[in-house]
T-cell receptor
Framework: DTEVTQTPKHLVMGMTNKKSLKCEQH?????MYWYKQKAKKPPELMFV???????INESVPSRFSPECPNSSLLNLHLHALQPEDSALYLC??????????????FGEGSRLTVL | AQTVTQSQPEMSVQEAETVTLSCTYD???????LFWYKQPPSRQMILVIR??????QNATENRFSVNFQKAAKSFSLKISDSQLGDAAMYFC???????????????FGTGTRLTIIP
């Protein structure tokens, strides 16, 4: 299994809603990532988890709250978002630093629209 | 901080011809990986080819090959016999090697949109 599965594929939410994005992988990877991608732009790193511990937070606003319940799952909890947070949210996984061949495996993304 | 630069926002090529996409990067590290990812309109990021910095030999994957010039910090992608399915956004990306906790980030260039002309 070489897939990273993200749900939902599309999400529309109001600014007062609370929602979550989910990501799952069964490749035995111990590093997992959230990226945000605006149209016609490269992905921007938000968070990295390594061995289920948060290793990188790229100064993301607290209305985005990541969670890594176990080595296969990664969640992104969303609360009080702004319209400018509308974007494609990509999850990825990889071997940790120093292991494997270095590449990240990406899911298909969750397209988020904030009204 | 590492930076990755792609100077060609858009490129086009006739079907069956060859095209080269450019990428330069800046780093003070000696151990790192370089990648080319493809993102078609379906939006999933797909790995095209990888290169380990310690390997002098240029990586190849079927119709895709790279020209890795470590001293010049250049990493271009050549696509031979271009096909309609190659149309996509192509991102060059850099990742540090080593085993330092907290250094797993993958840094992307700004991308090159490739159009294939039938």
């Amino acid at each position: 299994d070489t897939e990273v599965t993200q749900t939902p594929k599309h999400l529309v939410m109001g600014m007062t809603n609370k929602k979550s994005l989910k990501c799952e992988q069964h490749m035995g990877h111990r590093a997992m990532y959230w990226y945000k991608q605006k149209a016609k732009k490269p992905p921007e790193l938000m968070f990295v988890y390594s061995y289920e511990k948060l290793s990188i937070n790229e100064s993301v606003p607290s209305r985005f709250s990541p969670e890594c319940p176990n080595s296969s799952l990664l969640n992104l909890h969303l609360h009080a978002l702004q319209p400018e947070d509308s974007a494609l949210y990509l999850c990825a996984s990889s071997q940790v630093q120093g292991k494997g061949t270095g590449e990240l495996f990406f899911g298909e993304g969750s397209r988020l629209t904030v009204l | 901080a590492q930076t990755v630069t792609q100077s060609q926002p858009e490129m086009s090529v006739q079907e069956a011809e060859t095209v080269t996409l450019s990428c330069t990067y800046d780093t003070s590290e000696s151990d790192y990986y370089l990648f080319w990812y493809k993102q078609p309109p379906s939006r999933q990021m797909i790995l095209v080819i990888r290169q380990e910095a310690y390997k002098q030999q240029n990586a190849t994957e079927n119709r895709f090959s790279v020209n890795f010039q470590k001293a010049a910090k250049s990493f271009s992608l050549k696509i031979s016999d271009s096909q309609l399915g190659d149309a996509a956004m192509y991102f060059c990306a850099y990742r540090e090697g080593g085993s330092n906790f907290g250094n797993e980030k993958l840094t992307f260039g700004t991308g090159t949109r490739l159009t294939i002309i039938p």
